[in-house]
């Protein structure tokens, strides 16, 4: 999709800050982060929110789930605990319309806080 941002930052005509780069995933962390630990995984290919990519091609959503889970170690905070949000639709909070994995860690995400 030619005006979509993760589309260009997947095909590196956008940088950003890369953390995994694979034939159909790359991850990069976010330029607003909400955690000490925050990365995107988004597919190479263009699919709009996590439903249409679950429809269309089920073994890349769970791909797409096994690099957060490779960040999540990488970034070291797979034994501490990390969450894994998938947002859908613009009431949901999805700000871009290219299916996102953010994966967050590095402090207490537990809810409700405190």
């Given at each position: 999709?030619?005006?979509?941002?993760?589309?260009?930052?997947a095909s590196?005509?956008?940088?950003?800050?890369?953390?995994?780069?694979?034939?159909?995933?790359?991850?990069?962390?976010?330029?607003?982060?909400?955690?000490?630990?925050?990365?995107?995984?988004?597919?190479?290919?263009?699919?709009?929110?996590?439903?249409?990519?679950?429809?269309?091609?089920?073994?890349?959503?769970?791909?797409?789930?096994?690099?957060?889970?490779?960040?999540?170690?990488?970034?070291?905070?797979?034994?501490?605990?990390?969450?894994?949000?998938?947002?859908?639709?613009?009431?949901?909070?999805?700000s871009v319309?290219?299916?996102?994995?953010?994966?967050?860690?590095?402090?207490?995400?537990?809810?409700?806080?405190?």
């Open positions: 999709m030619s005006d979509c941002l993760f589309c260009a930052i590196g005509d956008i940088p950003a800050a890369v953390v995994h780069r694979d034939e159909r995933a790359v991850a990069f962390r976010d330029i607003d982060p909400k955690a000490p630990v925050h990365v995107l995984v988004i597919p190479v290919e263009h699919h709009a929110n996590a439903a249409d990519l679950a429809a269309a091609d089920p073994a890349l959503a769970g791909h797409l789930l096994a690099v957060a889970g490779a960040v999540a170690a990488a970034e070291g905070v797979s034994e501490s605990g990390y969450r894994m949000v998938s947002n859908t639709g613009p009431q949901a909070g999805q319309p290219h299916v996102h994995v953010h994966v967050l860690g590095g402090r207490d995400l537990s809810w409700p806080p405190g």
